[in-house]
């Protein structure tokens, strides 16, 4: 290796990797020109590709690392990054219109142009794919911008001018991923990573067809030896992309056949007759042999025809169903003496309007050793000048397995790539299960799902996260989130059961536990709750089900009584409810007595239930009524309004410092000594009210009778 040279810009290596040869190139920009500082050449040994498609990975791979280790030689120095070119086989082309209506008028960047033509490219792969039917996955290998729209309206460029709704016209092509997966395992097995990947359509327009010409309708066509890759101009831009598996190779194989010679042999003859007049050769006998120029042209002449017409009938399709005003032709395939006359002849052109391009279109093409300038060499410098187009604006990392292309900002991270290979967001982060929602006393009632675990994601193998910072031809890798357990909820677990219904059962205070219905059947504390589950929670034991939860036997004979009234098994019994079961009956000094505990006036002995709830209700309020007067008699100082909602309607308290329910009888219209054979019910926020129940501000109150 030779000691290493200093170059003024940075050096860009490109290969062309053809059918019959790859090409190695590598140079730098120095202002207008591209300076050519070393330019290596071989030949495949075997017929490791066919028609632009690697079918030898490693063989191909072999022939790059020995272009490589010619062109380091060369320079004295290490290769680690290349740029690349595909050939147009089973090449597909979708163009589409992009409209993306911005938040607010502002000035349009270079970031929103690449997201805007990133948001087009997305499109025509979507369109493209609803009408795959190959079973082949594709790859985006190119794009181009065929007109920007600002505002609705046609214009050249779209930086820097202000916009409400920016647009494009976009034409993109794809390739199958296994032409593209070969390619880069071709180049990984010289020991090289990729730095930037085009179509070789779209490298050699580059130098053939610079933009000052592209206001005019003119057909490229790259003929190699595989296939003969084509690419349209026109209103100063690319419009349209296309191939044919037809180019040198078949020329080949003819003179094969007629020289009786092996297909390198003919290769070689292909060559000299396009500067020989007659040609010697030992053919497969090892036979010395000769044949003129003109007997090789009149053997591939009818093939010529073909290839040509094939090509004609593309580009016309390509342009609209009509020909081109000129056609450029470059790579070695269209060499052959003949070919570009009988283009022009099927183009129905002047034969001066189809035309062989190298050194005339290699003006600012400068070689730094001594390199004839030919149509061969067009493709191979304009894959190093397309690196220009696509260096510091866009990298190519591998997510998941798939390449995918993102805009280089400098700051791009594993959330962007995500985005760009349409990561689905809700994957990367841990996602709860399903949350579970019933009803208890008919409203609605939601418990959250678990939270499941992240995604777990690594760059070139180590841990990583969202935030990451990635690099070109970085390998993430990211195993989707989990989600969690689903919400879940016993009836045992219900805040509500927490509660207890307090009744006296003869003279003994007895603690009930409340109990929930599950859509109209009783169920144990152990129940797993369901979604929309109607949960109805009872404040109140039939007198029955109390005798069960104490493990009473009830005679038949016994007298039943609840709140010293004849009740029946059936009878509810609620909170602070008196129950008496006995072979006697009741008998007036009892039930006397009892009123004398209470503090309930004798007179209530023959109350019913309801009677006997208002009265005790009323009991206290006037025993609060005549606190709250000594109180407000000893201080004056100013009180507070306390307001509370009491059937559906707003009311305010005034007048004491802190009250409990029974104060709310002094200020609402309700009459308790109305009974007439109803029970009264009392709730504070959704729960039986305590009669000294402390209010709080906006506390929810029902106070109605309900018929027994």
């Known amino acids: ?279 010697s050769f030992m053919d497969i006998m090892f036979l010395p042999q000769s044949i003129t120029r003109t007997e090789i042209l009149k053997a591939v002449d009818e093939d010529i025809r073909r290839m040509t017409k094939a090509a004609a009938d593309k580009i016309k399709e390509l342009n609209g169903g009509k020909s081109v005003s000129a056609v450029f032709v470059v790579g070695g395939g269209g060499k052959i003496p003949g070919y570009v006359e009988a ?121 990583a996260d969202i935030y990451t910072p990635i690099h070109s031809n970085d390998v993430i890798v990211v195993k989707e989130s989990t989600s969690g357990e689903p919400g879940a909820m016993t009836v045992g677990e219900l805040p509500e059961l927490r509660d207890i219904i307090t009744v006296t059962v003869n003279d003994k205070k007895v603690e009930l536990p409340k109990f929930a219905q599950v859509n109209g059947a009783l169920q144990s504390i152990y129940y797993d709750i369901q979604e929309n589950d109607e949960i109805t929670l009872a404040n109140y034991y039939t007198l029955k089900q109390i005798a069960e939860f104490m493990d009473v036997i009830l005679d038949p004979q016994m007298n039943l009584y609840v709140n010293n009234k004849a009740a029946e098994l059936t009878t509810p019994v609620y909170e602070n409810f008196s129950v008496t079961w006995t072979l006697e009956e009741l008998r007036l000094a009892d039930v006397d007595s009892d009123k004398r505990r209470t503090g309930l006036p004798p007179e209530s002995v023959n109350m019913s239930a309801a009677e006997t709830a208002a009265a005790e209700i009323a009991e206290a309020a006037k025993a609060e009524a005549s606190a709250v007067k000594t109180h407000t008699q000893a201080k004056t100082m100013e009180l507070p309004v306390l307001t509370v909602l009491v059937n559906g309607d707003v009311v305010e308290l005034s007048g004491k410092q802190h009250y409990v329910f029974v104060d709310i009888f002094d200020f609402i219209d309700f009459d308790l000594s109305d009974s007439r054979g109803r029970n009264i019910v009392t709730r504070i926020n959704g729960h039986p009210a305590q009669y000294m129940e402390p209010l709080g501000p906006n506390d929810v109150l029902e106070i109605y009778w309900r018929r027994t």
């Open 1 to 279: 290796m030779s000691v290493a040279k200093k170059y003024p810009g940075k050096l860009v290596f490109g290969l062309d990797i053809g059918t019959r040869s790859i090409v190695g190139t590598v140079g730098y920009k120095n202002g207008r020109e591209f300076r050519v500082v070393a330019q290596r050449m071989k030949e495949h040994e075997s017929r490791a590709m066919i028609d632009g498609q690697i079918h030898d990975i490693v063989r191909v791979g072999e022939t790059i690392l020995d272009v490589k280790n010619a062109l380091e030689d060369a320079l004295g120095d290490k290769l680690a990054e290349v740029c690349i070119a595909a050939a147009g086989r089973v090449l597909r082309t979708i163009s589409c219109t992009v409209e993306w209506p911005l938040p607010a008028e502002r000035e349009i960047t270079n970031e929103d142009i690449y997201a805007l033509a990133s948001m087009g490219v997305e499109k025509a792969y979507y369109d493209f794919e609803a009408y795959n039917e190959a079973e082949l996955r594709f790859y985006c290998v190119g794009y181009s911008v065929v007109r920007y729209y600002l505002n609705g309206y046609q214009i050249g460029n779209l930086e820097g001018h202000k916009a409400k709704v920016i647009g494009a016209d976009i034409i993109a092509t794809f390739l199958p991923d296994d032409v593209v997966d070969g390619l880069y395992k071709a180049v990984r097995h010289a020991g090289l990573e990729v730095a930037s990947l085009t179509l070789e359509p779209i490298a050699a327009i580059q130098v053939a067809i610079p933009e000052k010409y592209r206001m005019l309708n003119i057909a490229l066509i790259d003929v190699g030896a595989g296939t003969s890759d084509i690419s349209i101009t026109k209103d100063g831009s690319i419009v349209a992309y296309g191939m044919i598996a037809m180019a040198g190779d078949i020329l080949t194989e003819v003179i094969a056949r007629t020289c009786l010679v092996d297909f390198a042999t003919a290769e070689q003859i292909k060559k000299d007759a396009g500067e020989m007049e007659e040609i």
């Open 343 to 463: 283009l022009a002849e099927e183009l129905q052109l002047p034969n001066e309007r189809v035309a062989l391009r190298g050194e005339e279109v290699m003006q600012q093409i400068i070689f730094e050793e001594n390199i004839k300038k030919d149509s061969l060499l067009v493709t191979p410098v304009g894959i190093c000048l397309n690196y220009y187009e696509q260096s510091n604006n866009f990298v190519f990392i591998s997510f998941n397995g798939h390449r995918i292309k993102l805009y280089d900002n400098n700051r791009l991270a594993v959330v962007d790539a995500a985005m760009q290979a349409q990561f689905p967001n809700e994957a990367l982060f841990p996602r709860r299960g399903k949350e579970l929602t019933f009803y208890v006393n008919g409203k609605a009632r939601m418990i959250r799902g678990q939270a499941g675990e992240a995604a777990v994601i690594t760059v070139n193998g180590e841990a």
